[in-house]
């Protein structure tokens, strides 16, 4: 079995408990790395490394910062292959996407050593006799804490816009899927990230998470994961007023009309909601599709879901892998049996496969209607709830009956139809002929119940920047 250490003060070291958690491969249901296991004391270390650190790193040129997360990038690229392996081993995920996802961490590295040095604040116009101007200046030392579907992918969404604004920072990844952020780390470190700026540590939230949202020398949270947990986090981080950004969970709606490709809105449907084994905060689990079309669709959608390849992820033409765990799988049917109870139809899938590891076939429910369970909770698994909407009224009315709004798509060949949805529909992403929803350069993030705050993009660097406004008295 492997084994990996905290990062702390740049260098891994032991729990200081010395405790250690054995990390389990989904797809054989083995341990396969034994990580130290952080605890409230290793928080204290970390988050006194990084206060200790973090006044000359951002007091450092931006140009200079900017070359240190470019040098990341690239070593980024020169690991890729290793990345990809680890990401896909502890996920269960399908080697290809993991490949995909590691070669973004490096995109993600660039795009924000090339954005910081072109980013500041503004000249404000003031009346005569004095000068006016604004500094963005960095919050100071942040608190990271991330979910194991995407680790790496959504460690680096946070680490890249934090470090090259200049904090400090320390990362609590889920403890089902720690390793690619402790390689990531080591990646920033080789890079020339000084000790103390970025600082690992993996363990339980009731521990390692409560301890840093509680510290007082840190002044921001960057949270993804479930809406629960937000609440959880925000509630505790009005003690000390510190800065909450949250992305959470998803509900999302993939809206097909009778115009649209319906071959292509099938296949794109099928990796809209069983890519990542559904596991993914986008996942377009709830279709919702015009009466005309519904048989001829939702015939198009089993053909391409029974299609979907399912099997070890490390096998190159795997689509889906396992459920991360036993019990992800098990919530999973679990749903699945709640719909069929109430009503709907199973369609296709929902067997669970005779091997070891946490592998099912994914599901698709025709026949849904918007009370139900499965259609209004977030599964986070594959199966995918099939409604139907009989005008343009209706479909938003359904896309947006629900407490979340992460992201979106609509299907459909009407220019002007296509806009009104975008215009319509309460959720930060919204995709027309697509269901792509992440962009390097684009904002991401959720309205109402998933969340606020934005990652990727411009946005994010300004979330991890304080404003300062400077007048001058310039006057003879
Ligand atoms: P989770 O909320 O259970 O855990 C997320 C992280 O929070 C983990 O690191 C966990 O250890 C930590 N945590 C748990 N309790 C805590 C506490 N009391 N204090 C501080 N930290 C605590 O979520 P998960 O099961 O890891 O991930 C799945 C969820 O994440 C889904 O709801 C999914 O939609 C959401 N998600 C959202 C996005 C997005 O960008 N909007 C992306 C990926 C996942």
Known sequence: MESAGLFIDGAQRPAAS????????????????????????DVDAAVAAAARAVGSWSRRPAPERAAIVRQAAAIARERHEHLAQTESRDVGKPINDARVEMASVADVF??????????????????????????????????????????GLIATWKLAPALAAGNAVVLKPALLTPASALEIASILHDAG???????????????????????????????TGSTEVGIGIQQAAAASLKRVTLEL?????????????????????????????????????RIIVA????????????????DFRVGDPADEDTQMGPLVSDDQRQTALDYLASARDEGAT??????????????????????????????REEIFGPVVTVLRFGDEAEA???????????????????????????????AGVVSVNSNSSVHTGAPFGGWKQSGYGRELGLESLRAYTELKNVYVDISP
């Open 18 to 41: 010395g405790a250690t958690h054995e990390v389990t491969d989904p797809a054989t249901g083995q341990p396969w790395l034994e990580v130290a296991l952080g605890g409230a004391e």
């Open 193 to 223: 990230v000084p000790p103390g700026i970025i600082n690992v540590v993996p363990g339980r939230g009731s521990a390692v998470g409560e301890a840093i949202v509680g510290h007082a020398d840190v002044r921001k949270i960057a949270f």
């Open 110 to 151: 660039d795009f924000y050593a090339g954005v910081v040095r072109g980013f500041g604040g503004e000249t404000l116009s003031v009346p005569a006799g004095g000068f006016d101007y604004t500094l963005r200046q960095a919050v100071g030392v942040v608190g990271l804490i991330t979910p194991w579907n995407f680790p």
């Open 346 to 375: 199973v369609a296709c899938g929902g067997q669970v496969l005779d091997r070891s590891g946490y592998f099912m076939r994914p599901a698709v429910v025709d026949d849904a209607t918007p009370e139900m369970t499965a259609v």
């Open 249 to 285: 969970g998803g509900k999302s709606p993939n809206i097909i009309f009778d115009d649209a490709d319906l071959e292509a809105a099938a296949v794109a449907g099928v990796e809209a909601v069983f890519g990542n084994a559904g596991q993914d905060c986008c996942a377009r689990s």
């Open 396 to 426: 938003v009315a359904m896309a947006n009956d629900t407490p979340y709004g992460l992201s979106a798509s609509v299907w459909t060949r009407d220019l002007g139809r296509a806009h009104r949805m975008a215009r319509d529909i309460e």
């Open 291 to 306: 009466d005309e079309v519904h048989d001829a669709f939702v015939e198009a959608l089993v053909a391409a879901a029974e």
